[in-house]
């Protein structure tokens, strides 16, 4: 059975970090792109970043470029989130997923964690 377990999230006030872990199971992610997302309360899921299984090329949103950074352990076969610098519209239900060909748009058909509240207080 393939897992993602994504934790990480928490209480943060504004301009503070956290970082997030999505750690698999039942699945090498040597062989997957890696993926964040993130639902906010009343808005669609939306692709923030991504990191590729080959090069370890990235694709960051512009809203958080140049303060969320991703990268992969394939020897812990995990993948993290950091971020930095947060802010109160960065609150959000924050979910990773994997699939040999993610890209930033939602697909279903993509394993998906079960997702982490992150919560940036003003």
């Known amino acids: 059975e393939v897992q993602l377990q994504a934790s990480g999230g928490g209480l943060v006030q504004a301009g503070g970090s956290l970082r997030l872990s999505c750690a698999a199971s039942?699945?090498?992610?040597?062989?997957?792109?890696i993926g964040w997302f993130r639902q906010a309360t009343g808005k669609e899921r939306e692709g923030i970043c991504a990191?590729?299984?080959?090069?370890?090329?990235?694709y960051y949103l512009d809203s958080v470029k140049g303060r969320f950074t991703i990268s992969r352990d394939n020897a812990k076969n995990t993948v993290y989130l950091q971020m930095n610098s947060l802010k109160p519209e960065d609150t959000a239900v924050y979910y990773c997923?994997?699939?040999?060909?993610?890209?930033?748009?939602?697909?279903?058909?993509?394993?998906w964690g079960q997702g982490t509240q992150v919560t940036v207080s003003s």
């Open positions: 039942g699945i090498s992610l040597d062989d997957y792109a």
């Open positions: 990191i590729d299984n080959s090069i370890g090329a990235t």
């Open positions: 997923a994997a699939d040999p060909l993610l890209t930033s748009r939602v697909d279903d058909d993509y394993y």
